[in-house]
Structure formats: C-alpha cells, structure tokens
C-alpha cells in the first residue's frame, strides 16, 4: 500500500490533524508544539521525504496525546535528553516521554524502496553544500521513498525490548498507538517494580551486612570478656597462694628459703604470663579489630538466622507438604461426607 503525501494526517484517535502538530487540546499543543517546530527545522535529522513531513508532525502530536493519556509527561527538547541519546546510541529522537524517571525515545523515518542503487556515504557535521539533508548523505545507497512509515522506540530501561511499529498493507501507525502505548506503560510499570525490588533487596543485605558484622562483633567481645574474666580469675587464685605464702621467712633454712624464692618465682611467671594473655592490658579493643563479613558470610548468616532473605516479600507462603501426618486438605465447599453405617444409608 502506498500512502498518499497529502498535507494532513489522522491520529491514533480519529482526530484530524492539520500537519502543523496542532490538535484540538491546548496542552497536548503545549507539549508537542516544542518537539514539531524542532522537527521541521532541523532539516538533516527528519528521516522522512518532503511530502511526509505533515504526516510525520501529526505522528508526533499523536505520540504526545497518547502520552498524556497514559500518565507520560513529556519534557521540552533539551541538550540533556539528546545527550541521552547518544550515549544510550538510540536512533536521533523526534519526541521523548517520560514516566517513573525512565525515558522513552521515539524516532520517525521513512522506508526507502528496495534494491536502489549504492552510493558513497559522507559522514560529517556539516550539511553537503548542495542542501542535501545528512541523514540522506549518510546513507550508503539512493533514498526513494515509498511512503511506508516506521517508528522506533528506545528507552533508558534496564529490562527494556526496543519495541518498532511499521505501516503494513492493512493498518498504520497510528492505528496501533494506543496498544503500543498500552505495552510501554506495562514495560514501565514492570521496570519499576523490578528496581523497588532490587532496592528493598539492596536494603535487605544492607541491613543484614550490618547484623552480621554486628554478631560477628558481639561474638569477639564475648570472646574477650569471657578470656579476662578467666585471667581475673586467675589472678584471684594466685592472690590466694602469695597470702598462704606470707612474707618471706626470715631466719629459715637454706632450703625454706629457696622453695620460697622458687614459688615466687613461678607465681610472677604466671602473672606476666596472664598479663601477656588478658586483652585488656593491650588496649581492651581487639575484639573491634574484624575483617568484614563476605557475601557468602551474610548469606550464611540470613539462612542460620532465618532473617530477612532478598525477595522475600515477592516469595508466596510455603504449603506445607503432603507427608506431612499434621496436613489435612481443606474439603470443597459442596463437599458432603459420608454417613457412617447404620444410619440408615446403607440399611
């Protein structure tokens, strides 16, 4: 099918349009009028034949309108957003919508006529001298163009299918607007979900980071605490030996005397020895001194504590299982039991 060149186009609602992108909504002219005068200027970036160019304005005034229906904003054309587009290496936009934070970047362009002849490409920033538009010198062979529209869209989304609609012999673009609408606001919905839940399950490890360091922190401190409590303890007992001991003798014998020296001795080597193991006598810190817990450290944490799991509140209540002896399914609504024998059903 070829579609006539004429100079106004129906939207995606049965509305007419003028080819100037003025519909009969002023805020739907608000926010597209921006978009269609930097389309009909920006002569090297339209993609389309002359005689598409008011078909291609009222694809973007019904892009707009459509937008808005579906909950969209759609910002005026700023360096950013084109910016965007060339770091994402989208096709050039001739409208972005937006919604949820995401972007959606429409382009419009006109199939050429297969099997035309090759030519030499001329990549360059500057327009060829003789007015030839870029996007036609850009090309590696001869633009002839049939009419046939088709529009792509590219979006800033993670979990995102760039989506194409195209004229086919039975419908048109903007037919299909509102259906293809209807798929990005679900694309949108989804991926916003999608990141709400890598945020809460961000949150979920981060918190259990946090616990897990925290017991592998209180865990040390035990540790420590417990070990000082012991070398008190054992200073206690040795406190008990020296007063058994008493002073030195004074007057005894050789061998009196040297057991006494022998056990002081031994006494002071256990005290430095005690002093060398007590934590407390190094600065009562060292248990704060621990490595940070590895992922697989919190994750074994969340399964040993029955924690908060990532995606738990996306995880259906467990059934329980049939071999269960405690399970019993719960009988149908119109369920009826059988009477028991002698009741009369069986006599």
Request: hydrophobic share 35%; glycine share 8%; proline share 8%.
């Amino acid at each position: 099918m070829t579609i006539a060149t004429g100079t106004c186009g129906t939207d995606a609602h049965g509305t007419i349009d003028d080819g100037e992108g003025r519909g009969e909504d002023p805020g739907i002219d608000t926010s597209a009028g921006p978009w269609v005068e930097r389309f009909k200027e920006d002569v090297d970036r339209q993609y389309v034949s002359d005689g598409q160019i008011p078909r291609a304005t009222g694809l973007i005034t019904a892009i707009v309108r459509e937008a808005l229906n579906q909950g969209f904003s759609v910002p005026d054309p700023a360096e950013p957003l084109f910016e965007k587009a060339r770091d994402g290496r989208w096709p050039w936009p001739h409208v972005i919508v937006q919604r949820d934070g995401y972007l959606l970047s429409f382009h419009l362009a006109e199939s050429s006529r297969a099997g035309t002849a090759p030519k030499t490409r001329v990549l360059g920033a500057r327009a060829a001298a003789d007015g030839t538009p870029k996007w036609i010198e850009e090309r590696s062979r001869e633009f002839v163009g049939t009419g046939m529209m088709v529009m792509r869209v590219d979006s800033d989304m993670v979990h995102y299918r760039q989506k194409t609609s195209r004229d086919t012999t039975n419908t048109m673009i903007e037919e299909r607007m509102p259906s293809l609408f209807k798929a990005l606001s679900d694309a949108t919905s989804t991926q916003y979900r999608l990141a709400d839940m890598e945020r809460k399950r961000a949150l979920t490890l981060e918190q259990a980071q946090r616990e897990c360091r925290s017991e592998r922190l209180y865990a040390a401190l035990r540790r420590e605490a417990a070990l000082h409590a012991d070398l008190d303890r054992e200073r206690g007992y040795l406190d008990l030996v020296e007063r058994r001991l008493g002073p030195e003798p004074v007057g005894a014998d050789q061998s009196d005397m040297e057991e006494f020296r022998r056990l002081s001795d031994a006494i002071a080597l256990m005290r430095r020895r005690i002093d060398a193991l007590d934590p407390l006598t190094s600065g009562g810190v060292a248990w704060a001194d621990q490595p940070e817990p590895t992922d697989a450290d919190v994750f074994e944490y969340m399964h040993r504590n029955q924690g908060p799991a990532p995606f738990a509140w996306d995880r259906p209540a467990p059934v329980p299982s049939p071999r269960h002896d405690d399970f019993r399914p719960m009988p149908p609504d119109d369920f009826r039991p059988m009477p028991p024998v002698g009741d009369g059903f069986f006599d």
